[in-house]
């Protein structure tokens, strides 16, 4: 007989053993710090697009680099 433990990552296989509501509560505290740290829910900027001015795209990767920089502690 094949042991889960031996086709499924140790990380993975502890996730899948949760509950819903444990992992409702993983996924959301994985959120908040994503937040924290900076970064931003909009999309990427594609520079291909025609929806997007130059001064949009500059202003999107000044946020960008702002984000990195807070993240990695450099900056501030």
Known sequence: ??????I???ERL???RKSPRERLLATG???ANYMELGWSL??????QSP??????????AR???WAGQ????YGN
């Open 14 to 16: 502890a996730r899948y």
């Open 1 to 6: 007989m094949i042991d889960l433990e031996d």
């Open 29 to 31: 505290a994985a959120w």
């Open 42 to 47: 909009e999309p990427d900027a594609d520079s």
């Open 8 to 10: 499924i990552e140790p």
């Open 63 to 65: 946020r960008g680099a």
């Open 51 to 60: 929806f997007w001015s130059r001064e949009e795209l500059a202003e999107f």
């Open 70 to 73: 807070r993240a990695f502690g």
